[in-house]
T-cell receptor, first 118, second 112 residues
C-alpha cells in the first residue's frame, strides 16, 4: 500500500528565509508519480509539480526547487527567499501506476502548514 | 485556461437528506475523481471513475455514496442520506492520464 509522510505539521519562518518541506513516501511499485500541491487559505488545491519515478533530476522553478532522492524515498520541497504569499498548507502526494491504466488516484500526506511572517 | 468547476461552493443540508455535488471536469480529460477533506485534515481519496465506470473506491465510499457521469460533461457525487460526519470539503478532480490531476475549488458540505 502506498503511504506519504510529512513529518512537519507546522513551520513558521520570517520573510526572506529559506524553508524546506519534507516528504517521505512508501510504495511497492517501480513506476510511480510524486506531486506537490498548495492549499492557500481560500481552500483550493493548486498543482505545483509532478515527478516520475524514473526521473531523479532535481527541478527549479523560480523560488521553488524540488529534491527527489529514490535512495531515501524522499521528495523535498524548498522555497527560497520566502514571501508572505507563500503561507499555505503544502501537500505531498503519490500516485502508483499499478492499476493497469484505469486509475491514478492520489494518496496525500497530512500536509505542512507554512506560515511566513513579515 | 481550462479548469474544473464545482457547484455549489457551499451546501448546508439536514441530516438524512440527500445531496448531489456537481462537477464539470476539463473536457478532454479521461479520469475523474472525488476526494474529501475534513476540516484541518488531509485530503482523502473517495472514488475514481474511468471509461464510464468506477475503477476504484475507498472504504469511505460506502453504499450511501454514488457517482455518475450522466451527459458526458458533468460528474456528480450523490450522498443518499447524509450524516453529521459527512461534513467536509469535497473536491472533484480530473486528469488526462498519470499527469497531474486538476482540482475544482471544492464544495463545502455542512450537515446539521
Amino acid at each position: 500500500a502506498q503511504k506519504v509522510t510529512q513529518a512537519q505539521t507546522e513551520i513558521s519562518v520570517v520573510e526572506k528565509e529559506d524553508v524546506t518541506l519534507d516528504c517521505v513516501y512508501e510504495t511497492r511499485d517501480t513506476t510511480y508519480y510524486l506531486f506537490w500541491y498548495k492549499q492557500p487559505p481560500s481552500g483550493e488545491l493548486v498543482f505545483l509539480i509532478r515527478r516520475n519515478s524514473f526521473d531523479e533530476q532535481n527541478e527549479i522553478s523560480g523560488r521553488y526547487s524540488w529534491n527527489f532522492q529514490k535512495s531515501t524515498s524522499s521528495f523535498n520541497f524548498t522555497i527560497t527567499a520566502s514571501q508572505v504569499v507563500d503561507s499555505a498548507v503544502y501537500f505531498c502526494a503519490l500516485s502508483e501506476a499499478s492499476s493497469g491504466g484505469s486509475n491514478y488516484k492520489l494518496t496525500f500526506g497530512k500536509g505542512t502548514l507554512l506560515t511566513v511572517n513579515p | 485556461e481550462p479548469e474544473v468547476t464545482q457547484t455549489p461552493s457551499h451546501q448546508v443540508t439536514q441530516m438524512g437528506q440527500e445531496v448531489i455535488l456537481r462537477c464539470v471536469p476539463i473536457s478532454n480529460h479521461l479520469y475523474f475523481y472525488w476526494y474529501r477533506q475534513i476540516l484541518g485534515q488531509k485530503v482523502e481519496f473517495l472514488v475514481s471513475f474511468y471509461n464510464n465506470e468506477i475503477s476504484e473506491k475507498s472504504e469511505i465510499f460506502d453504499d450511501q455514496f454514488s457517482v455518475e457521469r450522466p451527459d458526458g460533461s458533468n460528474f456528480t457525487l450523490k450522498i443518499r442520506s447524509t450524516k453529521l460526519e459527512d461534513s467536509a470539503m469535497y473536491f472533484c478532480a480530473s486528469s488526462l492520464t498519470y499527469t497531474e490531476a486538476f482540482f475544482g475549488q471544492g464544495t463545502r458540505l455542512t450537515v446539521v
